[in-house]
């Protein structure tokens, strides 16, 4: 190795105001990342365009992570064949990946957050009770992507993500979706980059989907609960529906058969809620979420 090259005072005390702001830097993004406020995937993002941040080790990050010590940082690089001293900018694409699936396992290591996935027949009252727990801010809800055409009353990037069928294809191709599925002659599907980084922050996830997508996110993430939300009976649920004016009659047939499927499906879930009461529905999941 040569030697390091000569400098000037001046140089110096430069490369020391520089490495002292690196550190501050450091320090905050890893404040941040403890606290929830960003995630690991914003730091790679910020990794790609800050100096300070490429630089940093991805040892200092994992160890500055809440449950996660020296020692497990070291085992997880391990095994992850990263070296100690690898720093982000250096991470490769399957590692980057690795690390990732690694904090959604690894239960102890950083205790995500619960997945709750809320199904049940259409007109149930699902979407009531999901945007009762969002309001009151005990889950992520996660909002899904459609193809079906906006209601009245219903906001792009909040109800959902409306996409058209191109749109939808592509995403699917590109392996954006935790789960997808046909509904109604519309594809629904949910963004499984948001819900995966929500639940490594630690923060309780809630799904609001219908049935075949709940099958698809157990068969991917066992730890998921799955929640079957009945209506307090048959009548109640076709009056529900019929209610509905946004859908006509051809639609609401055809809810109603998917309805009758759905209700046959219940066994295959871990929970079953009757929807009699909402305040009584969304205290059961909060409470299934702190267990
Ligand atoms: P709607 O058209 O009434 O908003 O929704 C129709 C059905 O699609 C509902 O049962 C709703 O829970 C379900 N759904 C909404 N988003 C998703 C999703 O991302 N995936 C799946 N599989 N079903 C969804």
Redesign the pocket.
């Known amino acids: 190795m040569g030697l390091p090259p000569q400098l000037t005072l001046e140089q110096r005390q430069e490369a020391l105001i520089k490495a002292s702001a690196s550190r501050k830097r450091r320090a905050e993004v890893k404040i941040q990342l403890k606290t929830g406020d960003i995630s690991f995937d914003t730091i790679l993002e910020l990794a790609k365009s800050e100096d300070a941040i490429a630089k940093m080790r991805v040892k200092e990050l994992l160890e500055s992570l809440s449950g996660v010590g020296k020692i497990r940082a070291q085992t997880l690089m391990e095994r992850l064949n990263i070296s100690p001293t690898r720093r982000m900018q250096g991470l490769g694409r399957v590692q980057i990946k690795q690390l990732r699936e690694e904090f959604m396992k690894s239960e102890h290591a950083l205790k995500p957050g619960k997945l709750l996935v809320l199904?049940g027949p259409?007109g149930v009252g699902?979407?009531t009770i999901a945007k009762k727990l969002r309001e009151a801010g005990d889950f992520w809800v996660s909002v899904?992507?459609?193809t079906?055409k906006p209601r009245a009353n219903e906001v792009d990037g909040q109800d959902y993500f409306f996409v058209s069928d191109e749109e939808f294809t592509r995403m699917i191709n590109a392996k954006e979706f935790l789960?997808?599925?046909e509904?109604?002659g519309?594809r629904?599907?949910?963004p499984q980059e948001k819900v995966e980084h929500a639940l490594l922050l630690g923060k309780n996830v809630l799904l609001?989907?219908?049935i075949?997508?709940a099958k698809q996110v157990k068969a991917h993430l066992p730890q998921s609960i799955l929640i079957f939300l009945e209506p307090p009976s048959w009548e109640e649920l076709v009056s529900r529906l019929e209610g509905r004016g946004t859908d006509g009659p051809d639609r609401r047939a055809e809810r109603l058969r998917l309805a009758q499927e759905e209700l046959a499906t219940a066994s295959f879930f871990d929970v079953i809620l009757v929807n009699d009461q909402v305040e009584s529905v969304v205290g059961k999941l909060i409470e299934l979420a702190q267990n």
């Open positions: 199904s259409g699902k979407s899904s992507a459609t079906r789960e997808w599925a509904f109604a519309n629904y599907g949910t609001e989907i219908e075949a997508g």
